[in-house]
């Protein structure tokens, strides 16, 4: 299945630990790619590869992959987190990519 | 420090042609192995990937879109640009410009994206 499917929503307190989960096919042949997106905003990219997080990006982002799923990880919530989170995959079967639907992340 | 900004009109009519262009700055569009990506989102909707190319001249289509799809690079501008045929209500997007490399696992940085309504 060429698809990537994620919870539509997810809350966490300020300061605990929230995992943000991405399933698909596709994630057995290619590392997932993590986006933040906020309100009126482009994405931006906060995690890729295996666990790589671009400059600028702080460390309580965390990504990680088993099977045919990934997920991002935020150790230590904070208010500035809440956001659209989207995870994207390579297609297995080509050139193409994906997108998982979205997850919006409450920060309480 | 690499930046890319989207143009072209906000308004498009319904059977008409979108078309639009990401200007590449302060690196060069044939610089080592980098691909081109139009990305759009629904208001209110997710991401959808609409297709991505290389100066080379390869390019990648979502199959959803691939009938009325093209994307083409200018290297004399270092710009790349997009054209929608047919458009309709359904088109109507934030539509984004970004960069991926040979692996096409990873979109960054991205453009601030532009908004195109399709109405009569």
């Known amino acids: 299945s060429s698809e990537l499917t994620q919870d539509p929503a997810v809350s966490v307190a300020l300061g605990q630990t929230v995992r943000i989960t991405c399933l698909g096919d596709s994630l057995r042949s290619y590392y997932a790619s993590w986006y933040q997106q906020k309100p009126g905003q482009a994405p931006i990219l906060v995690i890729y590869?295996?666990?790589t997080r671009p400059s600028g990006i702080p460390d309580r982002f965390s990504g990680s992959s088993s099977g045919n799923g990934a997920s991002l990880t935020i150790t230590g919530a904070q208010a500035e987190d809440e956001a659209d989170y989207y995870c994207?995959?390579?297609?297995?079967?080509?050139?193409?990519?994906?997108f998982g639907g979205g997850t919006k992340l409450t920060v309480l | 420090q690499l930046q890319l900004q989207e143009s072209g009109p906000g308004l498009v009519k319904p059977s008409e042609t979108l078309s639009l262009t990401c200007t590449v700055s302060g690196d060069s569009i044939t610089s080592k192995n980098y691909y081109w990506v139009w990305i759009r989102q629904p208001p209110g909707k997710g991401l959808e990937w609409i297709g991505t190319?290389?100066?080379?001249?390869?390019?990648y289509y979502n199959p959803s879109l691939k009938s009325r799809v093209s994307i083409f690079v200018d290297t004399s501008k270092n710009q790349f640009s997009l054209r929608l045929t047919s458009v309709a209500a359904a088109d109507t997007a934030v539509y984004f410009c970004?960069?991926?490399?040979?692996?096409?696992?990873?979109?960054?940085?991205w453009g601030q994206g532009t908004l195109v309504t399709v109405s009569a």
């Open positions: 590869g295996q666990n």
């Open positions: 994207h995959c390579r297609d297995s079967t080509g050139n193409l990519a994906l």
């Open positions: 190319v290389h100066h080379s001249g390869s390019i």
């Open positions: 970004a960069r991926t490399d040979y692996t096409l696992t990873w979109f960054d940085p």
